[in-house]
């Protein structure tokens, strides 16, 4: 049975940082395009980035130069920085597996003062 867990979510202050991660189980990371998404209440859900299998990734215009991906294939996780974090960014964070029906079930990130 193939699990996502993300973790790393809470509360921080506008131009702060957090590091959220997504571990998997039942299958292996290592092969697999990795994204990012977000959502927040009443709006639609949103593409924040994609990680490749060799680690490469691209960004949302809206958290460019803000939030890195990253993945460490060994412990078969992917993990998300973000700095900078403004109170738009609030949200509840997705992992999934590129084009499968594999999601996790989020974690909540609040950016306030």
């Known amino acids: 049975q193939v699990q996502l867990v993300e973790s790393g979510g809470g509360l921080v202050q506008p131009g702060g940082s957090l590091r959220l991660s997504c571990a998997g189980s039942?299958?292996?990371?290592?092969?697999?395009?990795m994204d990012w998404y977000r959502q927040a209440p009443g709006k639609q859900r949103e593409w924040v980035a994609q990680?490749?299998?060799?680690?490469?990734?691209i960004y949302a215009d809206s958290v460019k130069g803000r939030f890195t991906a990253s993945r460490d294939n060994a412990k078969n996780a992917i993990y998300l920085q973000m700095n900078s974090l403004k109170p738009e960014d609030s949200a509840n964070y997705y992992c999934t597996i590129t084009d499968t029906h594999y999601w996790g079930q989020g974690t909540q990130v609040t950016v306030s003062s």
């Open positions: 990680i490749t299998s060799g680690g490469s990734s």
């Open positions: 039942g299958i292996m990371f290592r092969t697999y395009i």
